[in-house]
């Protein structure tokens, strides 16, 4: 029952500040681990984790409007999610699938529809997830991205300073060099995987950089991404063991424990502070104990650090995948090199690198002809308002001078737009800037890997061949 | 008709012409004015037309509503007279109003 595991979920996290002070965090999180097993053996679990295998995806025309499920994982990977929802966009726009293995939802999928959506927090709310599914029973973190105002606006505005423009500026120079140096270690005329050489390791150099985080330990921040984003049970994605994910909690728990206990204590030695996100959480009123607070401070890390991962990464392989079936948009670029701004915009709406974000409405609202009942699950999904011929021209079409391309959905809209919109941007300009300086042609040689999921849209393989200017 | 300025951060000025009925978003946006973005169309939804309305012209103007406020509440570069472009609609009354740009859109 819900409302008893909900009750369940509030305990334990009351308990687990209670002790804080004296169980340390990852201690804690170990703790909850043998408990929910121990749980689990007595009165079965919540739910079964379920476990996607993929076979092959029918065509959406031979399906009644009702039997269409758009949270198949493997629908991305299988090149059928255009069908799927240009079907629904065109015949049921909000429509209702009652049975997924993620329980049932409403999927909403036309532009107009989703920002009403994502603007009125006064009838969808974004508690307690983002995600279709549920997180691994007992990992139930808080991040502000499913809290819903006044709670939000207090802990989004102590964060958000991390990646205002004005320490932007400040890391321009930073996040150049860095590409430079990736980008001029790249082997030429000869294939390689674009994805873990490029585009996972700029944004985990970046992610390092923004937590303060021991550099030469920064995979990790890559990896507790991944599989958290991952689950099977949240996004149908292929990390189905959740014991997995209580130690990496655990190690996570561990690790930003120890950074802040280092930086309190710099700090009390009179060092400045720095502009990493510990700092400025260290120095605002509301979150200066926010390590007393395990699960709200597990989730707001969390939420940083998939929100800076999956995005930025799957947008800088997104962005060859395009470039590679729109040649002459290359051709244009380089002709045009001013067109990158508008073209870091139509790669991020092209992309859409999170395919949703779920809201569970406050109550009976009506929408395109259905009624959304109290307490139902709704997806906005973004990635069809990307490719709503309703708002653009020729959406399928990448189009680097695309007019209105800025108006993409990828970032959200509302209160909970996304905070890194800007450095995503930056990170990307600065990309393709190096990029136009060293190379003639990028080449994708080979199918493109797709990612298990039904929330990230993104690349596991992306093998690339470049051609050095002349 | 009507003109209005907009002073960017750097305190470049532009002077754009308007008719009653649209709004200052809009106006900018038509005119190519840099420093104001305007990403969802005048939804209120994103922030990124944020404008500083001069103490003179702030009455004329009138206060955020309870959405642009929670909108505005989030960039940091909010000031008293902070206004969203798109929900500022111009009147012949606003003939000759400045608005100044914040140094970044949100």
Redesign the interface.
């Known amino acids: 029952m819900p409302t008893l595991s909900k009750t369940f979920d509030d305990i334990q996290s009351r308990v687990i500040n209670a002790t804080s002070r004296v169980v340390p965090m990852h201690r804690q999180i170990q703790g909850l681990k043998l408990l929910m097993g121990a749980k689990k053996k007595a009165f079965g679990p919540r739910r079964p984790v379920p476990e996607f295998v993929e076979s092959a995806i029918p065509d959406v025309n031979t399906l009644a409007l009702e039997d269409i499920d758009v949270s198949n994982p493997f629908l991305y990977r299988q090149d059928q999610w255009r069908a799927y929802f240009k079907r629904l966009r065109d015949e049921a726009p909000v429509h209702y699938q009652k049975n997924s293995p993620f329980g049932p939802f409403w999927s909403v999928t036309r532009f107009e529809d989703i920002m009403f959506v994502d603007k009125s927090h006064d009838l969808f709310s974004a508690e307690p997830q983002i995600i279709l599914g549920d997180p691994p029973e007992g990992l139930s973190v808080e991040m502000f991205i499913a809290m819903d105002p006044p709670k939000h606006d207090v802990q989004r505005s102590s964060v958000q300073g991390v990646v205002a423009p004005k320490n932007l500026k400040e890391m321009e120079e930073l996040i150049r060099s860095r590409t430079g140096d990736v980008l001029d270690s790249l082997p030429l005329g000869q294939p390689f995987n674009w994805v873990p050489t490029v585009s996972k390791e700029l944004t985990g150099r970046m992610l390092a950089t923004l937590l303060d985080f021991p550099y030469e330990e920064r995979h990790k921040l890559v990896e507790w991404s991944d599989r958290m984003a991952g689950a099977a049970s949240a996004t149908g994605g292929e990390f189905a063991d959740e014991e997995i994910m209580f130690d990496d909690a655990a190690d996570m728990a561990w690790s930003f424990s120890k950074l802040w206990r280092d930086k309190e204590a710099r700090r009390a030695a009179g060092e400045e502070p720095g502009f990493d996100l510990i700092s400025l959480l260290q120095s605002n009123d509301d979150t200066k104990d926010l390590i007393n607070r395990p699960m709200e401070f597990i989730g707001n890390l969390t939420l940083l650090i998939v929100g800076g991962n999956d995005t930025t990464r799957n947008s800088m392989s997104g962005g060859l995948v395009a470039m590679n079936e729109f040649p002459k948009e290359l051709e244009k670029l380089k002709a045009k090199p001013e067109l990158i701004p508008n073209m870091v915009s139509e790669i991020i709406r092209w992309q859409t690198p999170l395919a949703y974000m779920r809201r569970v409405a406050k109550q009976d609202v009506e929408l395109g002809g259905q009624t959304i009942k109290k307490g139902d699950r709704v997806v906005m999904w973004y990635a069809s308002g990307n490719r709503d011929e309703r708002k653009f021209e020729d959406p399928d079409h990448f189009i680097i001078d695309r007019k209105d391309a800025r108006n993409h959905m990828s970032f959200g809209y509302g209160v909970h737009r996304c905070m890194g919109n800007r450095l995503a941007e930056l990170q990307l300009r600065i990309l393709w800037e190096e990029i136009l300086k060293r190379f003639d042609k990028i080449e994708v040689v080979g199918e493109p890997e797709r990612v298990q999921s039904n929330f990230v849209r993104g690349y596991s393989e992306l093998m690339v061949q470049l051609t050095p200017k002349s | 008709m009507g003109k209005i300025t907009f002073i960017e951060h750097d305190q470049t000025e532009h002077v754009a012409e308007f008719k009653a009925g649209s709004s200052v978003m809009q106006i900018a946006v038509d005119n190519l004015i840099p420093g104001i ?5 005048g ?5 990124t037309c944020h404008v500083i309305v001069s103490d003179d012209w702030f009455r004329k103007t009138g206060t955020p509503g309870g ?1 642009e406020e ?2 505005l ?2 960039t ?1 570069e909010r000031a008293s007279t902070s206004r969203l472009g798109c929900q500022v609609v111009i009147t012949d009354e606003m003939d000759g109003m400045t608005v100044h740009l914040p ?2 859109q ?1």
């Not at chain 2, 973005?37 to 169309?41: A, E, I, S, W």
């Not at chain 2, 939804?43 to 922030?47: L, T, W």
């Open positions: 973005d305007g990403d969802c169309g939804e209120c939804a994103c922030g959405e929670q909108m509440s989030m940091p140094e970044f949100m």
